[in-house]
């Protein structure tokens, strides 16, 4: 259902790629029209369970995930920067808002997806898809595991308890079993969809008595309408629903963003990040105003539509969502019968195919440095203990950069030599220090201590040619140096600096002169 962790986000334009198809162009050949109707009609049955499952994440009937991944669907495929890609309802994004609607009710809940979508739009605007290409590799994994962690335990509380008749488990069981070997004998038709519909039918033929999706809310009978949501406007709602739009706004970029980087690998083909990143922002505004939970892109539905079915175009985005509504609104009492075990079936399917095994193998354990295993468990741990991948991530990002800072501070050397130099007045000693490496606040604030300040002769050199100075704290370290033999009467000379190290010294240095 979905992919291991997806490659990391590059947003620079790859000039050698091929160009993507255009929906004018299937619409002019029959065989490809026929690809992107059946994508867009499979890609609609595999979105029924994962919808309701996701609204059932989030604390809202099942409607409400249903509308969404309709509306967001169909308003990505005018407005993505990635064809064929699908954006619907997520887990991710349910996690993320679930407490919003469980604490303060409907209303607060719309108003967060539609602040979400707001502040996407703005931080398209600001470049935030340029930004990703700095999220590590392993980041991304650890994003990865954590919703796979995260949708797994969502499902326990349909597992346990003293409510829970014992046929759930053997039933659970089944459609595991049916979603892992049906592919060994077909793709035509989606698993998840086969292994619902029998159990479906087993559970009705034998009269047993289960939680069903009925019992978590009524479906649509009609279409969508419009939803103006009636909360307060002061500073009070904002300060309630502001954390979690942001957070579900960061969720849903990275995912989209990256889940487009595979599609763009996959197809060999470029797409718009920019335009992808307020596209998301633009269909969480209409999910919202739709009644709908909001979303991002499906890693799952993505790859059924592109990889399964070969669909390139947002022809099939958009027949996706039409199909999908179709199918709700017209045959909603049959899926209001599905049983509970069926879906926890799918989604515990969901959360083993989200998750990067090959990350936790002791071969790879035993290769990877232990700084990249470091920050993708700092990032699941955060993830599943604060239950916001938000907060995960950034946490993984800043223990991406210390540790990453940690290692090139200890890359910096210096070199000490005695020279002599003979001028007019007879020879002279000189001492010299001959800096190797990355200068940065992490690897020059020992630097001061590394000088002989007392024993050194008159004259010191200290040569920066195998050496870059990168900041402002770098140049008031080699400010304190020089001012500790100024004091003793001695005169330390910088030199070995040119391009952009020497301008950055010379506008930075308050104390430096001509020497340098």
Sequence with gaps: MTSSAPAPVDSAPQHSQQQPETVRSVLRSPRRLKTEIFGGLVVALALIPEAISFSIIAGVPPQVGLFSSFVMAVTIAFVGGRPAMITAAT?????VIAPVARDYGMDYFIATVLLAGALQIVLALLGVAKLMRFIPRSVMTGFVNALAILIFLAQLPHLIGEDIPFIVYPLVAVGIAIIVLLPRVTAVVPAPLVAIVLLTAAVLAAGWSMPNVSDQGELP???????IPDVPLTLETLQIIAPFSLAMALVGIMESLMTAKLVDDITDTHSDKTRETWGQGVANLASGLFGGM???????QTMINVKQSGARTRLSTFLAGLFLLILVVSLGDIVGLIPMAALVAVMIMVSVGTFDWHSIRPTTLRVMPWSETAVMLVTVVATVATHNLAIGVVLGVLTAMVLFARRVAHLVGIEKVWETDVDGDGAVDIRRYAV??????ASSNDLVYQFDYAGDPETVIIDLTAADVWDASTVATLDAVQSKYAERGKEARIIGLDG???ERLEKLSGNLGAGH
Excluded: R
Excluded at 91 to 95: C, D, I, Q
Excluded at 221 to 227: A, D, G, K, R
């Design 91 to 95: 887990g991710a994004v349910a996690l």
């Design 221 to 227: 009978e009609s279409l969508p309408e419009l939803f």
């Design 294 to 300: 909001g979303g991002c892109a499906m890693i799952g």
């Design 436 to 441: 190797k490496g990355q200068l940065f606040w």
């Design 500 to 502: 952009a190290s020497l």
